[in-house]
């Protein structure tokens, strides 16, 4: 049995459930824009999902595309109004609204389009197209920790500023997580906050050693603060990315203005240490 564990095991994209989704995939049917957006070049591609994923994702394909058609569900976006109005200033890119994707259709081999319903009429209409990229969320791989920690309402593993969940000994960091941000900036946060326990652990362990002066002490006292330096640079390297993409969101971006230094703690060795022929 172990003393701690680490979740995580990030999550998964929610699919759509309807017939000729699985067998389309990778065939025609996507869900990653970034990863498989590049290989629809000059075609013509749907988007589902009005969300900040989905229209993010008809924004980045219509640069590529030819023709980017985005289905949303409802009667308006849900995306942020800032994504909204270049969604909607973009020329090849439209929006059906009011709609549910009743199937995904293909030639056996490639698919072909998206067969979905208008709401207002009931009328069923086909939408040719190449590639179809579903944008509608993500779904958690927790199915295996319930009862066992606390989750929240999307089955997210609820965890506080230190990763730690409701039961004892067990963390969890990423996708699978209440993080607000997802994929990229999850995992790049669950690693700062992983650095900084390690910091934190180091630090106490040179300082409950500072009285002891055996070898293998000194030994371990060496091995810390090796730890120590190098969580301590990688969390200034994750500040500065961040404040620097904080920056250029806000074209801000400059040459940073600040230095770092960092002071080993030598007080923390006995005056008389042993000298170097001791093993």
Not at 43 to 57: P, R
Not at 111 to 119: A, E, F, H, N, S
Not at 232 to 245: E, G, K, M, Q, R
Request: proline share 4%; with cysteine.
């Amino acid at each position: 049995q172990t003393k701690a564990m680490i979740a995580a095991t990030g999550a998964r994209w929610r699919q759509l459930g309807v017939p000729g989704e699985k067998e389309y995939q990778g065939k025609g049917v996507a869900y990653c824009p970034h990863c498989d957006g590049p290989l629809f070049k000059g075609k013509d591609v749907v988007v589902v999902g009005g969300g900040n994923s989905g229209v993010e994702a008809a924004i980045d394909l219509a640069a590529i595309c030819r023709t980017v058609t985005l289905l949303q569900r409802g009667g308006q976006l849900t995306a942020d109004e800032v994504l909204v109005k270049k969604l909607l200033a973009t020329t090849n890119a439209k929006v059906i609204y009011n709609m549910t994707v009743e199937s995904l259709e293909g030639n056996g081999q490639l698919l072909t389009g998206v067969r979905y319903k208008d709401k207002a009429t009931g009328e069923f209409k086909i939408l040719p197209a190449s590639g179809c990229f579903i944008q509608i969320g993500l779904v958690p791989n927790t199915d295996w920790l319930k009862g066992t920690v606390a989750l929240n309402d999307w089955n997210e593993i609820i965890i506080n500023d230190h990763g730690a969940t409701s039961a004892e000994g067990i963390f969890a960091g990423g996708d699978c997580t209440t993080s607000r941000y997802k994929r990229y900036r999850s995992g790049r946060r669950s690693n700062c906050c992983a650095r900084r326990l390690r910091l934190a652990d180091s630090s106490a362990r040179l300082i409950s050693s500072r009285d002891s002066n055996s070898p293998s002490t000194t030994r371990s006292r060496m091995h810390e603060i090796c730890h120590l330096s190098s969580c301590f640079f990688c969390c200034v390297a994750d500040y500065i990315a961040d404040d620097s993409l904080s920056q250029a969101a806000s074209c801000e971006l400059s040459a940073p203005q600040s230095s770092f230094c960092f002071f080993f703690p030598f007080s923390l060795f006995p005056s008389s240490a042993p000298s170097r022929s001791t093993p």
